[in-house]
């Protein structure tokens, strides 16, 4: 059963960047585009072990700093190789200045 956590106060975000967050042990990439939009997925790269919220972010794609693979923040679906295989992504909530992501 999910259930929404706080995870980041809304002023943590930086536009046209992400952050890592540690809800129950997990390792999550919150992402807040150009335009306001905020998204969420697993934060470890499924090619190799690096961490997304490292990444270089333009539009609705991170990409893995290190082999510059991408992900769609929206979906988690890889959009370049060498990432092929997806991450999770998580629904996102902003609610009184506050970050909630189902998990």
Known sequence: M???IEVAA???LFEG???AVAPQGLDIAVYKTEGG???ATDNT???GQARLC???MEDYE???PYHQGRF????GEATLPPCVAPVKSYPVKLEDGKVWLEI
């Not at 769609?72 to 979906?75: E, L, S, Y």
């Open 62 to 64: 991170i990409e893995c």
């Open 2 to 4: 999910s259930h929404w």
């Open 54 to 56: 490292d990444g270089y």
């Open 10 to 12: 809304e002023g943590d």
């Open 45 to 47: 790269c499924s090619h």
């Open 72 to 75: 769609d923040i929206r979906t």
């Open 37 to 39: 939009e905020v998204f």
């Open 17 to 19: 960047a992400a952050i």
